[in-house]
């Protein structure tokens, strides 16, 4: 392997000579041997950083400060970046000191090391093509990276939302499907009420839109940018006019309608969108898992428990134990939730920690943010296809339920009255018959009555799930 000389402050390194990363880089690769996941792990953060420099040289050069070959030659580099090139060289990984330095210095060296070759110069020729003095001009780490992570994050939101569609789409197809299958509701394990499974199934579709509209509104506070601020938010070394135009052109490479804060300094140290957004996670995933734990519970058995659906059989449940099916793609979504959780306080603590001028946690508040939205959509991909998408009911065993329940009486409550109500009950629970069979036999409703009372549209009431 043939290698190119590299200096730094401290001084001389070789480096693979078809590296489009730098000294910064391989110094960074050796200090964070941390997780083992490069921040090329999360693609939508490359694409983001690539946008920043390239928003950066075009303002850059309309002020004048970047010779137009240059520019160009840094735009395309970046462009290059954005269609899924180089993505491999974004080697650093993800959990590092420095407050995101090391992700930035990757970036510079890579954008520079292309712009170079593009240029018809040798990697490593940094007279041409500087990562700091050219690729870098006007910005910081503290402006640059943090711009990067608000419009990663705003991509990955995107598809989560897209996620959670779908799955939003596969409950409401079971709540159509099941819509006239009367069953017991309960409150507490305990027997409550009759509804039909088209209202518990509705309801996980009505949960779910609800949290998308909270992401939606999580997602604009990551609207504001401080990129412009350089190292404290005083915009020190970058040009006047320079931050309004690197923000007009971040918009019109990336679609997305960032703003420039109105107080930078401010901006600089404040995480709180983060926080705010980390909790929304939080939020879908508790309900996620919510109705994953109720899924469970109505597949149960299938001779010793609820039994009152069929979960999709996807593989083979016991090692031991021949014929035994489980609930793998409810529990992996537990276990999501679980993590979600966990990260949650993880960017908690990160954002207390910030200290005067900036934080110097994002790195992790990133990664935990990242792990989250990407471990979300994946669980919410493979509950829709692999789960709701097969779910099977068995109306046979949710009647019987129904006609055994002691609950059952409440719904004649109105119709036979209180006190006698509460005898039916107890001498229902005493003998083990049923609610309907001890009313029709003490002669207190005729049988068409009865019947119409416990129809799943007299009982249940079913309500429409609101349209998308």
């Known amino acids: 392997m043939s290698y190119r000389a590299e200096q730094d402050l401290l001084g001389e390194k070789k480096i693979p000579a078809d590296a489009y990363w730098g000294i910064h880089t391989a110094r960074a690769r050796e200090n964070f041997p941390i997780t083992g996941v490069t921040i090329a792990a999360y693609p939508h953060l490359i694409t983001a950083l690539a946008a920043v ?27 290059d970046i954005r269609s899924g090139a180089l993505h491999d060289h974004f080697i650093v990984d993800v959990m590092q000191g420095g407050a995101g330095t090391s992700t930035n210095m990757n970036a510079n060296e890579v954008i520079a090391n292309r712009a170079l070759e593009r240029l018809g110069h040798d990697k490593g020729d940094y007279a041409r093509v500087h990562p700091n003095e050219h690729v870098n001009l006007g910005q910081s780490t503290n402006d640059a990276y943090p711009s990067a992570v608000r419009l990663a994050t705003i991509g990955a939101l995107r598809e989560l939302s897209e996620a959670m569609a779908v799955l939003r789409t596969e409950y409401r197809n079971k709540a159509t499907e099941f819509a006239d299958m009367l069953k017991m509701g309960r409150t507490q394990l305990q027997d409550a009420v009759p509804m039909t499974l088209g209202q518990e199934f509705g309801t996980y579709a ?33 040009a006047p006019g320079y931050a309004e135009a690197a923000c007009r052109h971040l918009r019109e490479i990336t679609g997305v309608p960032v703003q420039t804060s109105v107080d930078l300094v401010e901006a600089t140290q404040d995480c709180g969108a983060f926080v705010h957004l980390s909790g929304v996670l939080k939020r879908i995933a508790v309900k996620l898992s919510k109705g994953c734990n109720d899924l469970r519970l109505l597949a149960s058995g299938p001779r010793a428990g609820l039994n009152e659906i069929n979960l999709p059989p996807v593989q083979a449940g016991s090692s031991i134990m021949p014929g035994k099916i489980n609930p793998v793609i409810p529990e992996v979504v537990n276990q999501i939730a679980f993590r979600v959780i966990g990260n949650d306080l993880t960017v908690t603590m990160a954002a207390e920690a910030g200290q005067l001028q900036l934080n110097a946690f994002e790195p992790v508040i990133l990664h935990s943010i990242g792990e989250s939205i990407t471990q979300l959509r994946s669980g919410c991909l493979v509950l829709a296809r ?15 339920y129904v006609d055994n329940s002691i609950g059952l009486v409440t719904a004649l409550n109105p119709a036979i009255g209180y006190y006698a109500a509460t005898r039916i009950a107890k001498e229902a629970l005493a003998s083990g018959r049923g609610v309907a069979e001890l009313v029709l036999e003490q002669g207190l409703l005729p049988p068409d009555e009865l019947e ?8 249940a009431h079913p309500r429409m799930i609101p349209a998308d």
């Open 53 to 79: 420099k390239e928003a950066a040289a075009r303002a850059n050069a309309e002020l004048g400060l970047l010779a137009p070959d240059v520019a160009e030659a840094i735009v395309a580099a970046c462009a």
């Open 206 to 238: 009505v949960m779910l839109g609800e949290d998308r509209q909270r992401l939606d509104e999580a997602a604009t506070l990551l609207h504001e940018i401080n990129l412009g601020a350089t190292a404290i938010g005083t915009g020190l070394n970058a």
């Open 386 to 400: 692999r789960c709701i998408a097969g779910i099977t009911a068995n109306p046979e065993v949710m009647r019987g």
């Open 452 to 459: 119409r009372l416990l129809r799943p549209e007299s009982v």
